[in-house]
């Protein structure tokens, strides 16, 4: 008796604290659902995580071979590669994340915009703006990535200049972890 008097009190309670809902919003929000359908970004999320995976992979690959790693140390790093993946398609799916970006769309745009932006996605630009976008999605973050492996050296420089100065920081660390490797703050 004392629980279900405890748990009536807490629900009047929670029922009497006024909702701070902008008018419009509930239909704005579902305008947001709907321009995602038109959009097709539940794929888009798909396929930017199968793109990552590769994408990481492929670094990986590359730092292997770059740094001379054993094979044990190759197989740790996919497995390592492999958990951050499973991870981050769990905690960043669609579907963990959509009703936040709802609210986020439906506060951004009016109720209008909502409209237009449907009937764009739905038009014959809008699908080829869809059906497209991953490809050139693709293309940017290859050029993207070739731009960073040209400019690699250039970061490893700076990286073993900071290394070779000696700092206040890095002395007592050195002192109170004799065997560590000298790194800078940014390594």
Same mark, same amino acid.
């Given at each position: 008796m004392k629980r279900s008097t405890v748990t009536i009190a807490i629900l009047a309670l929670l029922l009497a604290i006024p909702f701070d809902v902008p008018a419009g919003e509930p239909e704005r929000i579902a305008l947001a659902v709907r321009l995602f359908d038109a959009m097709d970004i539940k794929r888009r999320f798909?396929? =930017?995580?199968a793109m990552m995976r590769h994408m990481q992979a492929s670094t990986i690959n590359q730092i292997l071979k770059q740094e001379g790693l054993s094979d044990n140390d190759a197989v740790q790093a996919a497995a390592a590669q492999e958990r951050m993946s499973a991870m981050l398609e769990k905690e960043l799916s669609w579907d963990s994340i959509k009703d936040e970006y709802a609210a986020i769309y439906a506060s951004t745009f009016t109720e209008k915009e909502l409209r237009d932006l449907?009937?764009?996605?739905? =038009?014959?630009?809008?699908?080829?703006?869809t059906l497209k976008s991953p490809d050139l999605?693709?293309?940017g973050m290859e050029l993207v990535q070739q731009r960073v492996a040209a400019i690699g050296p250039k970061i490893?420089?700076?990286?073993?200049e900071c290394n070779a100065k000696p700092s206040a920081t890095r002395r007592r660390s050195q002192t109170s972890f004799p065997g560590a490797r000298r790194r800078c703050a940014l390594c």
């Open positions: 798909d396929d =930017s995580f449907i009937a764009f996605y739905k =038009s014959p630009a809008g699908r080829a703006m999605i693709a293309k490893r420089q700076i990286a073993e």
